[in-house]
Structure formats: structure tokens, C-alpha cells
């Protein structure tokens, strides 16, 4: 079974920035694909940003292109988002993903593992 559990969600003013992490554990990652999703108040899950463990290939939404940074340490079986110039639209609970295929890794229903999610809050 795979865990994975969020940290470094809070409160920020918009223009700021927030690193978050995503520790996983239970598996080797090699071939898996990480992503993070997010889900604002009244409003479905979307995709924000994923990386293929063994590669390094990053994807983002339009959204957060060229603001958010997604990366992982593989020593620490570690993913994280790093998220600048944060916006109040920004503002969600955030969530960590794994899938064990490679492809669609952008669809929300490719991933088989969830962590429990943490709050960002963006302050305007």
C-alpha cells in the first residue's frame, strides 16, 4: 500500500509564495507518476501539476504555468510544488497523487493512491 501525506499548506498573502510537500512511502516509485490536484470551495478536483518519478517530465495546468514548480528528491521519496506569485484564485485544498501508469497524467482518474490534502489559503 502507498501513503502519502501532505505538508506546508497555511495562510499567505497573494503575491507570495508556499512550498508544499508530499511524503510518500509504502512502494518504490520508480515507475509511478506524481501529481498534484486541487479543489476549491464549490468546485471539482483539477489538476495542477504532475512529474514522472524516474524521468523527471514535468506537466502543468495553463493555470499555474510558469509560477509553480513541481519536483521531487529521490532520496527522500519526496514530491513538491513549489508555488510563487500565489493569486487568490490559487486558494484550495491541495492534494498529492500517485499513478502506477504512466499515461493521462493529467486526468484526475489516473491516479490510484491520494493523501489527505492540505489548505492553501491566498489572502487578497
Known amino acids: 500500500q502507498v501513503q502519502l501525506v501532505e505538508s506546508g499548506g497555511g495562510l499567505v498573502q497573494a503575491g507570495g509564495s508556499l512550498r508544499l510537500s508530499c511524503a510518500a512511502s509504502?512502494?518504490?516509485?520508480?515507475?509511478?507518476?506524481m501529481g498534484w490536484f486541487r479543489q476549491a470551495p464549490g468546485k471539482e478536483r483539477e489538476f495542477v501539476a504532475a512529474?514522472?518519478?524516474?524521468?523527471?517530465?514535468?506537466y502543468y495546468a495553463d493555470s499555474v504555468k510558469g509560477r509553480f514548480t513541481i519536483s521531487r528528491d529521490k532520496a527522500k521519496n519526496t514530491v513538491y510544488l513549489q508555488m510563487n506569485s500565489l493569486k487568490f484564485e490559487d486558494t484550495a485544498v491541495y492534494y498529492c497523487?500517485?499513478?502506477?501508469?504512466?499515461?493521462?497524467?493529467?486526468?484526475?482518474?489516473?491516479?490510484?493512491?491520494w493523501g489527505q490534502g492540505t489548505q492553501v489559503t491566498v489572502s487578497s
Open positions: 509504502g512502494r518504490t516509485f520508480s515507475r509511478y507518476a
Open positions: 512529474i514522472l518519478w524516474s524521468a523527471g517530465i514535468t
Open positions: 497523487a500517485a499513478a502506477v501508469r504512466l499515461t493521462r497524467v493529467t486526468v484526475l482518474s489516473a491516479y490510484d493512491y
